[in-house]
């Protein structure tokens, strides 16, 4: 097997570390981080009181403290919020400058000299982060094409931070909500979708046999939106959609378009949801 590697541009980490970083987190974050051993990644999210989306992150356990991988167009104000939450908990939030980059590796598992491997915990086919200063060994390839060719949304690209609820993105499918841990921000919107399955718009895949529009294009059955083109790889990419008028749309034998580009749209292969019965 083949080591692919891809430098990611765009991330910056943050340490929090003191005696209660751990509550600190556990009470403010959609992931569980009781039990998460040593040197293995969470994926996960802080969302507004509304339930949706404002930053989500890598979250690793290290010696002494929590490391987070973030945006880094999120960097600043992440802190920011980070700190408002602090309150009165023995905790130092600030930036981690212990290893310079963040690398994707997928196929063989990666070495390294000096740095932190962690699984990527979305998907086992994504492969690993490696946070170091040096890039490990490896083919190098288009992560992006890779994530979308699993069906793995990314904020910013794939839907809007403030305006996303965790499910659309399948945060609920990959493990970065976990529904029962104690409370925590947003929890109770989040935690009413899950039960009444209220969750109609969803990261899809999509493909054609032209290639596909820009990112934010508007896709349209008729003349009905359903959502837009998120990530974008030539023939490929993911949108945030209507499941229910894409099913609509297809029983009434009405194309998916985005522009005039025709899409074929499907659910990511490990998701535990089906396309609805439409009418």
């Keep these: 097997m083949i080591k692919f590697v891809e430098k990611l541009q765009g991330r910056k980490l943050i340490a929090v570390c003191g005696s209660d970083a751990e509550t600190f987190l556990q009470n403010i974050v959609t992931c569980e981080l009781e039990g998460l051993p040593e040197g293995e990644a969470r994926f996960g999210a802080l969302l507004a009181p509304q339930g949706k989306i404002l930053f989500d992150f890598f979250i690793i356990r290290t010696a002494g403290k929590f490391i987070l991988d973030v945006s880094a167009d999120l960097f600043e104000e992440f802190i920011k919020r980070l700190m408002f939450y602090r309150l009165r908990a023995k905790v130092e939030i600030k930036s981690f400058a212990g290893h310079e980059y963040v690398f994707a590796c997928w196929g063989e598992h990666p070495e390294l000299k000096a740095g932190t491997i962690v699984a ?21 390839a288009s992560y992006k094409s890779h994530r979308i060719s699993l069906g793995i949304p990314e904020g910013g690209l794939d839907f809007a931070y403030g305006g ?18 104690g409370c925590y921000i947003g929890q109770e919107v989040v935690s009413r979708m899950q039960h009444r399955g209220t969750a109609r718009k969803r990261a899809i895949k999509v493909s054609s046999d032209t290639p596909l529009p820009p990112t934010g294009t508007e896709l349209k059955v008729g003349e009905t939106p359903v959502g837009k083109l998120g990530s974008v790889e030539g023939n490929a990419g993911l949108a945030l959609a209507r499941l229910d008028r894409i099913q609509h749309g297809r029983k009434n034998g009405m194309d998916l378009k985005a522009d005039d580009t025709v899409l074929e749209a499907t659910l990511p292969d490990w998701v535990n949801f089906s396309w609805p019965e439409g009418s």
């Design 120 to 140: 990527d915990p979305r998907h086992a086919s994504l492969g690993w982060r490696v946070y170091s200063n040096e890039m490990p060994e490896g083919e190098e």
């Design 164 to 181: 996303t609820f965790p499910h659309e993105t399948l945060m609920d499918q990959f493990g970065g909500v976990d529904f029962a841990k």
